[in-house]
């Protein structure tokens, strides 16, 4: 409607941020960048098709990547000038280059175990993507889920003790679901009945999640941790003849449950949300209670189921927390998951596809800390541990900029 | 009607609005909380349990175990908190007063900064970054720098008030700028100024101590640069907590009675509104963040300068997010904020004493999550215990003018 109406002005925020950071590449990564080869292992030792390593040298690789990045960022200058808007695929090809370059030049002189870093980044990153697709259900729907961060804990906490008290995987995860959305209905009914302000329950629910989960490991997991908190973790499966794939077969098809959840979730979310009228209706409660309460649709009862199912899945994501990765609860293991979740719904600007591609990035990065500190240690790895957060902070200011929450989100409806 | 009718009314009236009033929930609500925290006491205490197995054959059991864990669970509370009768002296027996004073200090600070933005309708869920960024400042001029007694103090409290200040106004200045959503810049920042200030602890030629090897740590602030004590040397408390009631009360003037707290009330009331009368609400927003994260710093000098212990990256001690707690059940108003920076203040103090007769101080956790659960919907509030809906009328301000001021208006 709106870009009928009036023609709105392309910014060219994108252009410059995105040759700044080419630039950054070419300069630090290539030209300044350090001597040695670095050898991307294709293969792992044990996969039935053997791929000979690709050596690269460092500085190479940085000045090849930055100049392809500057490509991209005159390419988006070329839009810009035509007032389009820059591509969802050249900023994807744009963020890989990006991370090519950053692995070569902490690998100088070293390997890269490709398929182990971009495996292990998936695995990091499912919570996140679980938990930032709970936040778009409740968020496209019309309701603000800052409790993301509980959501996650109280399925962490679930599946662990449920898994270890009933040995089975199977119920964990249920309990873990089922808790995670009781816990969404909470956030529902005060949002939806006692029309509370939104962002601040979903603070108090994070607030008494980490209250009961604390004390209930210090007063209970901490004492007989073997009958309560022992699940261990789910079995690895692997997808026949689809997992011999060079690269993408260890990465994708090599996993637990868990991951095959999430790889399946966000595909058929999109689906659902863009693609059926269940979806239309929910998006246009978001956007339009009003009008979609005047040709029939039950605002409050689209967005309660909406926010419950969304929480039920981000309990999966903290179920693959737990037993889909550590092997036990921890003490508020979710560590702030919640809180990237939220930030990765709206730097995917409520899409479910973008939002899991942003997950991937803090996935990435949480492994890329522990992996660069083996390679070189002299680089500080706090840097590296802030590079998602910056990331972060440049997409929102350079990118989204006024990212468009759906529109009644926060927004009581009160029936007229 | 006759006259006495009229006074009936009028105290009926009156009474009706003290229940509907804020300060009623909240009571309600903090009551409610330690309930909630007494169940989770008394569910997760073995003998309780075993108990129940016979329950109906004898009750006593089972209640008189769940009496027992309940008071002396918060009898510990209180001892640690406030008055502690078993110490032989009076001395000692009011320490743990001081130290809920110590403790509930940066709660105040800070949350005076988070109820700032909410009357503006924003969220400043960045009070932890805010904080370290005061702590990076002060740290600086505390330990690299040398001044004589007192105005060393004087410049590392303002260098963290001016540290936190240009954090919150960098995140004003974003999200007026460009349009970003504040509670994502804050988060981040959050993760951002941990891990800068970690490296910071890290690096010789920035903040690290030294002679300290690897370990993230700072040295300890200059003697000159500490807060002073302010009951002797006996207790810990210092001029930290001085600083938080000097905050509360420009809070209040700036919040009450300012003409930049009517702009800022006024935003929040309704932005649309606001730029309709000729208010700038982007330049509305940088000042909002700014003044947020000045209050934060205050939180950050007590941080950085109350004890002569180095700082560490641990040292912001979650303050930035217990902030939002105590805002938000402080009601974003200046005596609020204090009330419940001083309850918070409270359970801290007194969670050391709860462990040491074996019941997790996590369940304080609980009580301040119900707390805030129940202060958030004042209808749900309402509907437990059958309280009048909020009044229209005004009787109770008629009558604090009649008694105050005498100036009744007809």
Redesign the interface.
């Known amino acids: 409607m709106s870009s009928l109406v009036t023609e709105t002005k392309i910014g060219f925020k994108a252009p410059i941020v995105m040759a700044a950071i080419g630039l950054v590449v070419l300069v630090f990564f290539g030209l300044l960048g350090r001597d040695g080869m670095a050898n991307f292992q294709i293969s792992r030792r044990q996969d039935a098709i053997q791929l000979p390593d690709v050596p690269i040298d460092s500085s190479l690789l940085g000045v090849v990547s930055g100049i392809l990045m500057l490509a991209l960022a005159g390419f988006s200058l070329w839009l810009t000038l035509r007032n389009r808007k820059t591509r969802m695929w050249s900023i994807s090809i744009f963020g890989f280059l990006g991370i090519v370059s950053l692995l070569g030049w902490l690998a100088a002189d070293n390997s890269v175990p490709v398929s182990f870093i971009a495996g292990t980044a998936l695995v990091l990153a499912v919570p996140i993507v679980l938990g930032a697709m709970g936040g778009v259900m409740s968020e496209r729907s019309g309701i603000t889920n800052i409790a993301i961060e509980g959501q996650l804990l109280t399925g962490a906490f679930m599946a662990a003790v449920v898994s270890t008290i009933t040995g089975s995987f199977t119920l964990g995860i249920i309990s873990a679901m089922v808790a995670a959305a009781l816990l969404s209905m909470i956030l529902a009914v005060f949002a939806l009945r006692f029309l509370a302000q939104q962002i601040i329950v979903g603070v108090v629910l994070n607030v008494l999640v980490i209250g009961v989960t604390n004390f209930l490991y210090q007063q209970w997991l901490t004492q007989d941790s073997e009958n309560t908190n022992f699940p261990g973790t789910l079995d690895i499966i692997k997808i026949p003849f689809l997992s011999d794939i060079p690269i993408i077969g260890p990465v994708l098809f090599e996993n637990r449950i868990t991951v095959f959840a999430a790889l399946l979730i966000v595909p058929a979310l999109w689906f659902v949300l863009f693609k059926t009228k269940l979806g239309l209706r929910a998006r246009a409660v978001g956007e339009h209670p009003l009008a979609a309460d005047t040709v029939g649709i039950n605002v409050a009862r689209t967005r309660f189921w909406w926010v419950t199912i969304g929480g039920a899945i981000a309990g999966l994501g903290g179920a693959a927390l737990t037993i889909g990765n550590a092997g036990a609860f921890g003490r508020e293991m979710s560590g702030g998951f919640g809180f990237i979740a939220l930030a990765v719904v709206i730097l995917g600007r409520w899409h479910p596809i973008s939002a899991s591609l942003a997950a991937l990035l803090f996935g990435f990065s949480i492994i890329l800390r522990v992996w660069a500190n083996q390679v070189s240690p002299g680089i500080p790895s706090d840097f590296i541990t802030m590079v998602p957060y910056v990331v972060t902070i440049i997409a929102v200011v350079g990118f989204v900029g006024k990212s468009r929450p759906p529109k009644a989100v926060a927004v009581p409806y009160v029936k007229g | 009607m006759t006259k006495k009718e009229v006074n009936q009314d009028g105290f009926n009236q009156a009474m009706k609005e003290i229940l509907a009033g804020g300060a009623t929930r909240t009571i309600l609500s903090v009551l409610l909380g330690f309930l909630v925290g007494a169940i989770?006491m008394v569910i997760?205490n073995k003998e309780f349990i075993e108990g129940l197995g016979y329950f109906f054959s004898r009750p006593g059991d089972s209640l008189g175990a769940a009496w027992q864990v309940v008071s002396d669970g918060y009898g510990a509370l209180f001892r640690g908190s406030i008055y502690n009768a078993d110490a032989d002296t009076f001395e000692k027996a009011i320490r743990p007063l001081t130290e809920t004073l110590r403790l509930a200090t940066p709660l105040i600070a800070a949350g005076l900064g988070i109820a700032l933005t909410f009357r503006v309708g924003l969220?400043n869920?960045g009070g932890t970054g805010q904080l370290i960024s005061g702590m990076i400042f002060a740290t600086f001029v505390a330990t690299k720098v040398e001044l004589p007694f007192l105005l060393h103090m004087l410049v590392a409290v303002i260098a963290a008030i001016i540290g936190s200040t240009l954090m919150g106004a960098l995140i004003g200045f974003?999200k007026a700028r460009?349009?970003?959503?504040e509670?994502?810049?804050t988060?981040?920042?959050n993760?951002?100024m941990l891990?800068?200030f970690?490296?910071m602890l890290?690096e010789q030629s920035l903040l690290q101590g030294e002679g300290i090897i690897g370990n993230p740590k700072a040295d300890p602030a200059a003697e000159n640069s500490l807060l002073p004590k302010l009951l002797g040397d006996s207790y810990s408390l210092t001029w930290g907590l001085i600083l938080a009631l000097m905050a509360v009360v420009v809070y209040w003037w700036l919040m009450e009675r300012s003409t930049i707290g009517f702009r800022l009330r006024m935003v929040g009331f309704n932005p649309d509104a606001a730029k309709t009368a000729g208010v700038n609400v982007n330049r509305t927003y940088i000042l909002a963040m700014a003044l947020s994260a000045a209050f934060v710093g205050v939180a950050a000098a007590n941080q950085t300068l109350g004890t002569a212990i180095g700082v560490t990256p641990s040292s912001h001690a979650n303050i930035g997010f217990d902030a939002?707690?105590v805002a938000?059940l402080g009601g974003s108003t200046a005596p609020g904020v204090l009330m419940a920076g001083l309850l918070f203040g409270a359970f801290k103090a007194g969670s050391p004493s709860m462990q040491v007769i074996g019941i997790?101080p996590?369940?304080?956790?609980?009580?301040?999550?119900?707390i805030?659960?129940f202060i958030?919907?004042?209808?749900?509030i309402r509907a437990l215990f059958g309280l009048p809906k909020p009044q229209t009328s005004n009787v109770l301000g008629k009558l604090r003018s009649r008694i105050f001021s005498r100036k009744v208006t007809k």
């Open positions: 989770f997760s969220f869920i974003l460009t349009g970003a959503h509670v994502i810049l988060i981040m920042f993760y951002v891990y800068l970690t490296f890290r939002i707690t938000l997790s996590e369940v304080l956790g609980i009580v301040q999550g119900a805030v659960l958030a919907a004042p209808p749900l």
